[in-house]
């Protein structure tokens, strides 16, 4: 198990600024209608891991209930027969590889804005399998420390059936196989640990070391804006940079 700080630790420190850029919940209304439209209309999230995924991250939000029900209804009208998940991949500046996932009723739109965005900072987009291949389908459970130590928290999470543990400020990443995530998300809640997240994630076989500071701002910089985008859930990297390059 490891207890680097890696990119995701950057995605935590930056999460406060993503929730006031007014779109989120643009974003997890799209992820709650898409979650109901690829399960064949299941709307029961007992019954759609997917989906109660994307309602615990809503709610984490102070999501209204009223946005929930709407996006859960809006899976079952003709609008929602537009919407599509889409991936995308490509590179930053200094060969860093990016997975874009994206929920867009118009696709055309969508890899037009991305592509617009890469170029103008400095990358590209790439072919399907041009960097998938760097990235392995993993369940993320966050949890916070509560003033437990991280061996404490290692013990808890290897009987839980944690596969690797990552140190990230106040909160402790879990890192599960992706088929596994529901079991171990009950197995660590027993545990009595907080969870304050978990998702389903692509996560880098192996990271690439940016230690030129300029061009770590730019990759930084570059999926901003990405981010930035309504039709865009999440972007992944294999980036990773000098601890103090992190502020």
């Known amino acids: 198990m490891s207890g680097h700080s890696k990119w995701s630790t950057i995605k935590r420190q930056k999460g406060a600024a993503d929730a006031a850029r007014g779109q989120i919940f643009t974003k997890l209304s799209n992820a709650i209608t898409i979650a109901?439209?690829?399960?064949?209309?299941?709307?029961?999230p007992?019954?759609?891991f997917k989906l109660r995924l994307a309602i615990d991250r809503?709610?984490?939000?102070?999501?209204?209930?009223?946005?929930?029900?709407?996006?859960?209804?809006?899976a079952g009208i003709a609008a929602a027969g537009q919407m599509d998940e889409v991936l995308y991949e490509g590179f930053a500046p200094g060969g860093v590889a990016l997975i874009i996932e994206a929920v867009t009723d118009n696709k055309n739109r969508t890899i037009s804005e991305i592509k617009n965005i890469l170029e103008k900072g400095g990358g590209s987009l790439g072919t399907p399998g041009a960097v998938s291949y760097q990235f392995a389908q993993k369940g993320l459970i966050t949890i916070n420390k509560n003033n437990?130590?991280?061996?404490?928290?290692?013990?808890?999470?290897?009987?839980?059936?944690?596969?690797?543990?990552e140190e990230a400020g106040s909160q402790v990443l879990f890192y599960t196989d992706s088929q596994q995530l529901k079991r171990v998300k009950d197995?660590?809640?027993e545990q009595g640990l907080s969870v304050t997240d978990a998702e389903l994630i692509k996560k880098p076989v192996t990271t690439l070391l940016v230690d030129h500071r300029e061009?770590?701002?730019k990759v930084l910089s570059l999926i901003e804006k990405i981010e930035a985008l309504d039709d865009v859930?999440?972007?992944y990297s294999n980036l990773e940079i000098?601890?103090?390059?992190?502020?």
């Open 187 to 189: 197995a660590v809640l």
């Open 36 to 44: 109901v439209k690829q399960s064949g209309g299941i709307s029961d």
């Open 46 to 48: 007992e019954s759609n």
């Open 215 to 217: 061009t770590a701002d």
């Open 242 to 247: 000098p601890d103090n390059f992190i502020s």
């Open 233 to 235: 859930q999440k972007v």
């Open 148 to 165: 437990m130590s991280l061996d404490d928290i290692f013990n808890l999470a290897v009987g839980a059936g944690v596969e690797d543990i």
């Open 58 to 74: 809503a709610r984490s939000a102070n999501m209204p209930k009223e946005n929930i029900e709407r996006a859960i209804a809006r």
